[in-house]
């Protein structure tokens, strides 16, 4: 099975910072990987698909980048309603399989 | 608009079968697969399997031998059975549609229910 390890596990930033979280593949995955937003008490919202494309409606502060085993997550003005755990998804190989997940604070 | 919303037991006893359904609205179930994913109490992500409204399935290797997912597209619904369940089981399990997105040729899981919290105890 294709295992994904996020870093950092946490981070903590200000308003305006711009904050990156990678996403490594245990083996090649193309660029089947999304990244998902998780705030406390709710479910996961898709941000990006397809490693880099932004889903509708998610703001452009928001974007994607990789392919094959190595990917990144870059906000690139960190908003306080920006505070959530993110995790990534490879859907490579028909077993989908999610990161551990990074958890921002907005300071 | 789609919804997606869990329904089923929210507490479950050790060894016997957990049950729960998802009921879709706003939009059909065919052409699209739909999947389980669960959360234990402040842990991560984990993907249960998937069913196509063909009825076809794919689980994950970990939990196969206990999960049958099915698909009732004259409710539009879909369901989760989990046999055999202990307290590892206890999380909370989200009803989730993947999309195929052609443009880019990769899926992601675009609309998802609230989750049902459900709990393994006697």
């Known amino acids: 099975a294709i295992q994904m390890t996020q870093s950092p596990s946490s981070l903590s930033a200000s308003v305006g910072d711009r904050v990156t979280i990678t996403c490594r593949a245990s083996?090649?995955?193309?660029?089947?990987l999304g990244w998902y937003q998780q705030k406390p008490g709710k479910a996961p919202k898709l941000l990006i698909y397809?490693?880099?494309s932004l889903q509708s409606g998610v703001p452009l502060r928001f974007s994607g980048s990789g392919s094959g085993t190595d990917f990144t997550l870059t906000i690139s003005s960190l908003q306080p309603e920006d505070s959530a755990t993110y995790y990534c998804?490879?859907?490579?190989?028909?077993?989908?399989?999610f990161g551990q997940g990074t958890k921002v604070e907005v300071k | 608009q789609v919804q997606l919303q869990e329904s089923g037991p929210g507490l479950v006893k050790p060894s016997e079968t957990l049950s729960l359904t998802c009921t879709v609205s706003?939009?059909?179930?065919?052409?699209?697969?739909w999947s389980w994913i669960r959360q234990p109490p402040g842990k991560g992500l984990e993907w249960i399997g998937y069913v196509y409204h063909s009825g076809d399935t794919v689980y994950n290797p970990s939990l196969k031998s206990r999960v049958t997912i099915s698909v009732d597209t004259s409710k539009n619904q879909f369901s989760l059975k989990l046999t055999s369940v202990t307290a590892a089981d206890t999380a909370v399990y989200y009803c989730a549609r993947r999309t195929f997105y052609y443009g880019s040729g990769s899926y992601g899981f675009d609309y998802w229910g609230q989750g049902t919290l459900v709990t393994v105890s006697s």
């Open positions: 706003g939009g059909s179930i065919r052409s699209y697969y």
């Open positions: 083996q090649a995955i193309r660029d089947d």
């Open positions: 998804l490879q859907d490579y190989d028909s077993s989908p399989a």
């Open positions: 397809g490693a880099s």
